[in-house]
T-cell receptor, first 114, second 116 residues
């Protein structure tokens, strides 16, 4: 079965440090790729997406992600963490091999230390 | 507020009871999705509608689960004879025509079900 793997269920960084959340997918055809964020007691919000074109994608709140076909990866980064970034982050994919619906990874909880 | 709305936000019920959740999508969105999210897991697809037609159901959707979207607007998700394993957050999402296949979904805040 096609899947999405997020390495690390919990990531802890200091305020101002680099944020790196990892996502790998399994698909023979590059899918559409997404990062969603979920704050406590809220719904999922789209951070950024890759469909076609430029492989470095910029999203909201200073986040960006790079699609690397050779590594089947779509890691999420932010140069400098802010306390307000503390949330759960989900990588997701869609496309023909996923039945044209959104398939999510298990999520990574980001903790930001002051 | 023109986002996706879900009701109720929280439901506590006893095992064996029936529960129903409602989702109102963004008005111009023709696709509507239901997902289930349990602790420590990402959302899992349950079913989706395009207008009033239910186009796909996951194997997760047992015969105790039924979803409807009678007029292509709001949708309901009913769980009959609830079991403790049904305890989860039920998420509804909608998408704009043409956006659905690229996966950009707009999510509601979810309906949390606790089965005692």
């Amino acid at each position: 079965a096609q899947s999405v793997t997020q390495l690390g269920s919990h990531v802890s960084v200091s305020e101002g440090a680099l944020v790196l959340l990892r996502c790998n997918y399994s698909s023979s055809v590059p899918p559409y790729l997404f990062w969603y964020v979920q704050y406590p007691n809220q719904g999922l919000q789209l951070l950024l997406k890759y469909t076609t074109g430029a492989t470095l994608v910029k999203g909201i709140n200073g986040f960006e992600a790079e699609f690397k076909k050779s590594e089947t990866s779509f890691h999420l980064t932010k140069p400098s963490a802010h306390m307000s970034d503390a949330a759960e982050y989900f990588c997701a994919v869609s496309g023909l091999e996923y039945g044209n619906k959104l398939v999510f990874g298990a999520g990574t909880i980001l903790r930001v230390k002051s | 507020d023109t986002g996706v709305s879900q009701d109720p936000r929280h439901k506590i019920t006893k095992r064996g009871q029936n529960v129903t959740f409602r989702c109102d999508p963004i008005s111009e969105h023709n696709r509507l999705y239901w997902y289930r999210q349990t602790l420590g897991q990402g959302p899992e697809f349950l079913t989706y509608f395009q207008n009033e037609a239910q186009l796909e159901k996951s194997r997760l959707l047992s015969d105790r689960f039924s979803a409807e979207r009678p007029k292509g607007s709001f949708s309901t998700l009913e769980i009959q004879r609830t079991e403790q394993g049904d305890s989860a957050m039920y998420l509804c999402a909608s998408s704009h025509p043409g956006q659905g296949d690229t996966g950009e979904l707009f999510f509601g805040e979810g309906s949390r079900l606790t089965v005692l």
